[in-house]
């Protein structure tokens, strides 16, 4: 399986990854979210890619282990890579964003779409979201809905079903 993260979003969703970044500046951000990163690689056979904006700025090599690190370059943006790398891998792997149009992007590619505080909490050991939540519905009241209204929708089963690959369950 591939894991497609934007890296910045992901950053800037979590506390612990947004206080790095804060202290030490974009390098230390993308550095903290890369270790992570790179300990489920450890644990997992699974790919991952980081898609960051920009360049690569000065510093280390950022690319540990199994962990492809990518920088767009201008005019295109982290989001633009992530929509393409997600049509070209396609069906079974995920999206890390919490940006609607990438999420949308990758459901179409029939990847799951992973939210960044569920994909931390994963990686943490913990999960935020678990089997059975959803949230509120946007949907029109006066509209029958059909189906078991206890079963999540595909694509909730499928983010589902990577982040516990991803934890281990």
């Given at each position: 399986m591939?894991?497609?993260?934007?890296?910045?979003?992901?950053?800037?969703?979590?506390?612990?990854?947004?206080?790095?970044?804060e202290g030490g500046g974009l390098h230390a951000g993308?550095?903290?979210l890369l270790r992570l990163v790179a300990g489920a690689a450890r644990r997992h056979s699974d790919h991952f890619t980081v898609v960051f904006d920009g360049a690569p700025g000065v510093g280390p090599a950022e690319s540990p282990g199994q962990v492809e690190v990518i920088?767009?370059?201008?005019?295109?943006?982290?989001?633009?890579?992530?929509?393409?790398?997600?049509?070209q891998s396609g069906d079974g792997d995920a999206v890390v964003s919490d940006d609607r149009t990438v999420a949308d992007a990758a459901r179409r590619a029939r990847c799951a779409a992973?939210?960044?505080a569920d994909f931390v909490g994963?990686?943490?050991?913990?999960g935020a979201a678990e089997d059975g939540e959803a949230d509120e519905d946007d949907e029109d009241v006066d509209?029958?809905?059909r189906g078991n209204p206890r079963r999540l929708s595909k694509d909730a089963r499928a983010a589902q079903r990577a982040l516990r690959r991803l934890r281990g369950r």
């Amino acid at each position: 399986m591939r894991w497609l993260i934007d890296g910045y979003n992901v950053i800037r969703r979590d506390a612990d990854l947004r206080a790095a970044e804060e202290g030490g500046g974009l390098h230390a951000g993308r550095a903290a979210l890369l270790r992570l990163v790179a300990g489920a690689a450890r644990r997992h056979s699974d790919h991952f890619t980081v898609v960051f904006d920009g360049a690569p700025g000065v510093g280390p090599a950022e690319s540990p282990g199994q962990v492809e690190v990518i920088f767009s370059r201008p005019p295109e943006k982290a989001d633009d890579v992530l929509m393409r790398l997600a049509r070209q891998s396609g069906d079974g792997d995920a999206v890390v964003s919490d940006d609607r149009t990438v999420a949308d992007a990758a459901r179409r590619a029939r990847c799951a779409a992973i939210s960044a505080a569920d994909f931390v909490g994963a990686l943490s050991g913990g999960g935020a979201a678990e089997d059975g939540e959803a949230d509120e519905d946007d949907e029109d009241v006066d509209q029958p809905k059909r189906g078991n209204p206890r079963r999540l929708s595909k694509d909730a089963r499928a983010a589902q079903r990577a982040l516990r690959r991803l934890r281990g369950r």
